[in-house]
């Protein structure tokens, strides 16, 4: 009797998150992940970074890495085709934005926003300084805070900041809230935030790290957005490929069945990954792309 010959399953579409994934520990694409997003490419698969970042943040790396692609950026709240143009977006209701806010100042805690016309903070200069120490520390867990200090202001965080004057500027009709962000150096304290924010406000409250809080509307999910935007590309889920390793990625791993997290993924996301692969900083997500298209 012939054996049945083994069916290939087909590839069409890889989306991987970037920090603490696709990018090493010096927030650099590696050679060996480089080379392997452009073979994908040259193959006809279409490859999509999947961030809670905005664009503006993501748009240089094109220039310095030589390619393109389309991106799901801010958590799903936004998407973009490989030129940059919108795909669709789903902004926060500006009731939540002000329930939200309130919730985190009474704990001493201060937001940044992503909205349609960029990244904007209601805060004075020194504590968006302070803030963005927060967050490069999440980024460069190996820096200590006085070495942080000094790469601030060539940060592109903080070159691309714009700074509001006070939350009724923002809640402008001109204005589209999209994302809020907030950092805190206890994961546990976070961890409460995000639990109180949920129970307060119609919002979806998870984190790409432990010691951060990030703030989307509920149908601004990773998973929700890309089976959204597949359909339209005529993609099916078992044709996509997803990597990523925060609480963030929570939708892409319950939503497409090939999913990859490396072995520094939170426990919760490695629960749910079809396969634990290497660490981010050794080039797991290309090992794993030319291993597939190899395959």
């Not at 958590?75 to 002000?98: F, P, W, Y």
């Not at 339209?232 to 609480?247: A, N, Q, R, S, T």
């Not at 929570?250 to 660490?279: D, H, M, Q």
């Amino acid at each position: 009797m012939k054996k049945k010959p083994i069916m290939k399953k087909t590839i069409k579409l890889i989306a991987s998150d970037l920090d603490g994934t696709l990018l090493d520990k010096k927030q650099r694409i590696s050679p060996v992940n480089l080379d392997a997003i452009k073979k994908a490419q040259e193959k006809g698969v279409r490859f999509m970074i999947s961030t809670g970042r905005n664009y503006d943040t993501i748009e240089p790396m094109f220039s310095e890495y030589g390619f393109r692609c389309a991106c799901l950026l801010q958590n799903g709240a936004e998407i973009r085709d490989e030129q940059g143009h919108i795909l669709g977006t789903v902004s926060m209701d500006k009731a939540d934005v002000i329930t939200c806010t309130e919730i985190l100042e009474a704990h001493g805690l201060c937001a940044e926003y992503m909205t349609n016309q960029g990244v904007y903070t209601i805060y004075p200069r020194d504590k968006a300084f302070a803030f963005m120490v927060d967050r490069l520390q999440c980024l460069r867990p190996d820096l200590s805070r006085a070495e942080l200090e000094k790469r601030v202001p060539e940060s592109i965080f903080f070159q691309k900041l714009h700074y509001a004057d006070g939350l009724e500027e923002l809640l402008r009709d001109e204005y589209e809230v999209r994302k809020m962000i907030t950092f805190h150096e206890d994961a546990e304290f976070c961890s409460r935030i995000r639990t109180e924010l949920e129970e307060k406000a119609d919002i979806c409250a998870l984190s790409s790290f432990p010691t951060n809080v990030e703030i989307n509307h509920k149908q601004a999910q990773k998973g929700i957005a890309l089976r959204n935007i597949i359909g339209k590309m005529g993609i099916l889920p078992e044709e996509v490929i997803v990597f990523g390793d925060g609480l963030n990625d929570w939708t892409l791993f319950t939503e497409f069945s090939r999913s990859y997290a490396p072995e520094n993924a939170v426990p919760e996301i490695k629960a749910l990954a079809g396969e634990v692969i290497g660490y981010h900083h050794e080039d797991a997500v290309g090992k794993k792309i030319l291993e597939l298209l190899s395959n």
